[in-house]
C-alpha cells in the first residue's frame, strides 16, 4: 500500500524529529525539504543569483556543512518567496514523494502544494519560546555564538515571512493533524504520531 506522509510547520516545530521517526517506524524514506531551500538560499550568499541557485543545485550543495546556520536559514527563507524558485523545485519533491516504498517530506507547503494527495499530513507547530529555545539549544551544541534573544527574533522573523509570502505559504492543509509539541517530549510526540498514522490510514508501523 502506498503512504506518503506530508509535514509541515513552523521553524524549530520539530518536523525533522518527527520526520525522521516516522520514516524510520513506516519504513519510508525521508526528504528533508529545507534542505534545498537552505542549499539554494546558501549559494545566494557567494552572490550567485537565487534563480539560478535553485536550478543548478548538486547533491554537493545539499551536504555542505554550515546549511544549518542562522544567516543561511534566512537566506533559504528568502529564496523561498520567490515564486520562480519553488516552481525549479518542484518536480524533483514531487517525484520523491510519489516514490516506489512510499516517503516523509517535510517542510512548509507539502500538504497544501507538493503532495496535497499524501494519505497522512501533520502541521507541527509549538510555541515561539519552546521552539526558541530547542533551536538555541542544538545551535550552542553545535558551536554557534547565538543568544536566546536572537534565535526567538530570527524564528519571528522567519515565520512571519514564510507565512505571509504569496507563493505557497506556510498553513495548514485542510485535511492536516495539528500536532503541538509544546508540551510533549520526544518519545510522546512520536508516538501520538505514529497512532494517528495508523487511526487515519489502517496502515501498523513496521518498527
Ligand atoms: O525547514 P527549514 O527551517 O530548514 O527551512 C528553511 C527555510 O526554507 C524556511 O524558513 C522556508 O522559508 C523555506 N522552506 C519552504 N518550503 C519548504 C521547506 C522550507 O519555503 N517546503
Known amino acids: 500500500m502506498r503512504l506518503t506522509i506530508a509535514i509541515d510547520g513552523p521553524a524549530a516545530a520539530g518536523k525533522g524529529t518527527l520526520s525522521r521517526a516516522l520514516a524510520a517506524a513506516f519504513g519510508l524514506a525521508h526528504l528533508d525539504t529545507g534542505l534545498i531551500y537552505r542549499a539554494a538560499g546558501r549559494r545566494t550568499l557567494d552572490g550567485t543569483g537565487a534563480l539560478e541557485a535553485a536550478q543548478s543545485l548538486t547533491a554537493a550543495d545539499l551536504e555542505a556543512d554550515d546549511l544549518r546556520t542562522p544567516d543561511v536559514a534566512r537566506a533559504a527563507s528568502v529564496v523561498a518567496a520567490i515564486p520562480e524558485v519553488r516552481a525549479a523545485l518542484v518536480d524533483f519533491q514531487r517525484a520523491f514523494a510519489r516514490r516506489q516504498g512510499g516517503a516523509v517530506l517535510d517542510g512548509r507547503d507539502i500538504g497544501t502544494v507538493i503532495c496535497p494527495e499524501a494519505e497522512m499530513k501533520f502541521f507541527v507547530t509549538a510555541s515561539d519560546e519552546v521552539r526558541a529555545e530547542r533551536r538555541y539549544a542544538e545551535l550552542i551544541e553545535s558551536g554557534h555564538d547565538v543568544t536566546l534573544a536572537s534565535v526567538l527574533a530570527d524564528l519571528r522573523e522567519r515565520d512571519a515571512r514564510d507565512s505571509a509570502r504569496a507563493?505557497?505559504?506556510?498553513?495548514?492543509?485542510?485535511?492536516?493533524?495539528?500536532?503541538?509539541?509544546?508540551?510533549?517530549?520526544?518519545?510522546?510526540?512520536?508516538a501520538t504520531a505514529i497512532a494517528m498514522v495508523t487511526a487515519r490510514t489502517g496502515i501498523p508501523p513496521v518498527a
Open 167 to 190: 507563493a505557497a505559504p506556510l498553513k495548514p492543509a485542510e485535511d492536516a493533524e495539528v500536532l503541538d509539541t509544546s508540551e510533549m517530549d520526544i518519545d510522546t510526540a512520536v
